[in-house]
């Protein structure tokens, strides 16, 4: 008695998974992620103690970003003697985000783009010289390293 009960078990089980097959177009069921992407566009040369306007062009899907969830820049001196706060930037329409800021020193200098749309964050970064280069920015461009201040912070 107990095995054909087991038996009956193992057969209603069998008809229960047979019966969940995979439809042909479950690939359309998923969201399908766009990739933000993002220009960092800096000015060709930065002299301390001026204003400077650095921007960011964002773009998904082949189209500029309106409106993003967030875009701040964080910026930071390549030695460690200065690290700037992460800012907001401000929008200037056509998917164009924009911070002003005036570099006290001269040196090698380092901005991160921290941005969000419809679900997809980056964080793109690049290099640029404020002024003139000290000896050891220098060597440190001519090896093509580059350091990045950790930042515990998280403010997304």
């Not at 960092?40 to 082949?62: C, D, H, M, R, Y």
Request: hydrophobic letters at 35%.
């Amino acid at each position: 008695m107990k095995k054909n009960r087991c038996i009956f078990l193992i057969f209603i089980f069998i008809i229960l998974l047979s019966a969940c097959s995979l439809e042909k177009d479950v690939t359309t069921l998923y969201k399908e992620e766009t990739p933000l992407e993002s220009e960092i566009i800096i000015p060709e040369s930065f002299s301390a103690n001026t204003q400077e306007t650095i921007k960011a062009v964002l773009t998904q899907g082949g189209k500029t970003v309106v409106g993003a969830d967030f875009v701040h820049f964080e910026i930071w001196k390549q030695d460690g003697s200065l690290k700037y706060s992460m800012e907001q930037a401000e929008e200037e329409g056509n998917g164009t985000y924009s911070l002003r800021k005036n570099f006290d020193s001269d040196g090698l200098y380092y901005i991160k783009v921290h941005a969000s749309n419809d679900g997809s964050i980056i964080m793109p970064q690049k290099q640029f010289i404020v002024g003139k280069l000290s000896e050891s920015d220098l060597k440190i461009l001519q090896k093509g390293m580059h350091k990045q201040e950790e930042s515990p912070e998280h403010h997304h």
